[in-house]
């Protein structure tokens, strides 16, 4: 593909973007939940650590787990798009048919626009507030630590670049679903709890019991959160790590391809709600 | 018409219209239900693993949670009016039609939904509670069954209370605020563990200012036996959840002076 065949998803991805970082206000609110809700795990994590049963984390990658964690939430796909949504209800779907682009790239462009925007706002305060501001006023052992050391910042970079695609690729894959189910209400319902399980939010995945450890890594979830975090604090070093990369470059190829399946069969049956 | 049977007649109606969509009720509520569901799933596989947590068992944990739960989900059915207070009422100018009643606001505000799909929360919670009692072997007597219910009872008080206080706060943002969530759900979260796990500014604050530790942590301690490890006398333990009453007593002398300095926005 040339430059200029690039221009229009380039365009949109523009606009989004600026528009997602006008929430201020909504950005600030967050982050102090977020605040809130990390300096309450890293208590009750620490208390199950100090018990007498061997953990297959240490306290300082579970606190890096954490930490991370609560700063890329929004790098989860909790929702479908709601102005997408939105178009479906109201039967302006039919002007997206109309753009002289390939739909999916259109909208994948959408998504990561979403799954970049805010994010970003979100993580760069928690990351200064962590691993800066509280390690110099001396609670170092409650915050965010160093990374591991030079490759496991070079794989985590790789590993987070892996996380955008994997999430706007699970992003278009609900925006489609939507399409096709009429309502993203089913949907939300459905996804949000499966993301915070399964992407490590809720419990870092190696804490989960022994016997489900070998699904709990295959499955798609896992690239969206816990890979990169575990790669940081050299929880997931090597071989190992470069495996999880092609696992998370795997399934975004996999998703992506249902994507696109699923809405060339949506789109060709659309029936355009009248309103 | 007095007050309570004005009431009774608010929560008919508010009950009638929600049925009108059953299949979204049903949907909504199982939704609730499952996603609160898998969430204690996952209490359950760090005990799996760790088998306890600063000496206490899983079952115990459960009992903790389900008061809190149960708590919860019923204020957060009741207070839906004041939930949603900053939004549908003070930006829309809409508040003006409540003062022009002759009724009080807070019983219109009660009145305005009883949000039926909370029950998918609290039987989730309520079926926590029922493993609970069986794992940990409370017996039928009188005594640990009054104080859980007077711990849910505080409990109920306690989160409409901090709801009243972010519906109070929307009289000068004007817009509903979600930094209540960080004590409603976030109360949940933290007070569904022992409040002994958690560092001394922590402890004291979910303690003296936003005491939801005295309508789960204190009495339930006191219903497990386990009253020596609060530092605080056996007697009084069971008493704390009267704590949870005087902060919605709080929240609604904040909310009377609020209304006071209410001025419409005239939209």
């Known amino acids: 593909m040339t430059a200029s065949a690039l221009r229009p998803y380039h365009a949109v991805f523009r606009a989004r973007f600026q528009l997602l970082l006008q929430y201020r206000a909504a950005a600030i609110a967050g982050f102090g939940t977020q605040c809130w809700w990390g300096t309450i795990k890293v208590m009750i994590f620490s208390a199950f650590l100090a018990g007498p049963v061997a953990s297959p984390m240490t306290l300082r990658e579970t606190i890096d787990y954490i930490w991370l964690g609560q700063a890329f939430l929004m790098l989860l796909p909790w929702s479908a798009d709601p102005e997408l949504a939105r178009m479906v209800r109201s039967g302006d779907i039919a002007y997206e048919r109309l753009r002289p682009v390939d739909g999916y790239a259109y909208w994948y462009a959408r998504a990561v626009a979403r799954r970049t925007a805010t994010p970003l706002l979100r993580a760069m305060p928690m990351v200064l507030l962590t691993g800066v501001v509280l390690p110099s006023l001396g609670y170092g052992r409650w915050g965010l630590g160093p990374p591991a050391g030079i490759a496991a910042v070079l794989l985590f970079i790789a590993s987070m670049a892996l996380v955008v695609a994997l999430a706007s690729a699970f992003s278009t894959l609900l925006d489609v679903l939507v399409v096709m189910t009429l309502s993203e209400r089913g949907v939300n319902i459905l996804v949000a709890p499966l993301a915070i399980v399964f992407s490590g939010s809720l419990i870092p995945l190696p804490l989960l019991p022994e016997w489900l450890q070998p699904f709990m890594q295959y499955q798609p979830f896992a690239g969206l959160l816990d890979s990169p975090l575990r790669i940081y604090s050299g929880h997931l070093g090597g071989w190992s790590a470069v495996g999880a990369l092609g696992r998370q470059a795997v399934w975004t190829v996999l998703l992506v391809a249902l994507g696109r399946a699923i809405m060339r069969r949506a789109m060709a049956r659309l029936q355009t709600q009248g309103g | ?267």
């Open chain 2, 1 to 267: 018409m007095n007050a309570i049977r004005l009431y009774g007649r608010y929560v008919g109606v508010s009950l009638r219209s929600q049925m009108q969509y059953p299949a979204s009720f049903l949907l909504t509520s199982a939704g609730a239900f499952a996603a609160t569901g898998v969430d204690f799933l996952a209490t359950w596989a760090l005990f799996a693993r760790f088998r306890q947590v600063a000496g206490w068992h899983f079952g115990e944990v459960a009992l903790f949670y389900s008061v809190i739960g149960v708590s919860f989900a019923l204020a957060d059915g009741l207070t839906r009016g004041f939930d949603i207070f900053g939004d549908q009422f003070v930006r829309t100018g809409d508040f003006d039609r409540l003062l022009v009643r002759p009724r009080s606001t807070v019983l219109q505000l009660l009145g305005y939904e009883l949000r039926a799909t909370r029950i998918g929360r609290l039987a989730q919670a309520l079926v926590v509670g029922v493993v609970a009692i069986r794992l940990t072997g409370i017996t039928w007597h009188l005594a640990p069954w009054a104080t859980l219910l007077f711990a849910v009872a505080g409990g109920t008080a306690l989160f409409s209370g901090i709801l009243v206080l972010q519906a109070t706060l929307a009289f000068w943002t004007v817009e509903s605020l979600e930094i209540a969530n960080t004590l409603t759900y976030g109360g949940v979260e933290a007070a569904q563990y022992p409040l002994d796990l958690y560092a001394r500014w922590f402890r004291n604050f979910l303690t003296f200012v936003v005491p939801l530790g005295c309508v789960s942590y204190f009495p339930v301690a006191a219903v497990l036996g386990k009253a020596d490890r609060t530092g605080v006398p056996a007697q009084l333990l069971q008493l704390t959840p009267a704590l949870g009453f005087v902060f919605l007593g709080v929240a609604l002398w904040l909310w009377r002076y609020g209304v006071r300095h209410y001025t419409s926005t005239g939209s």
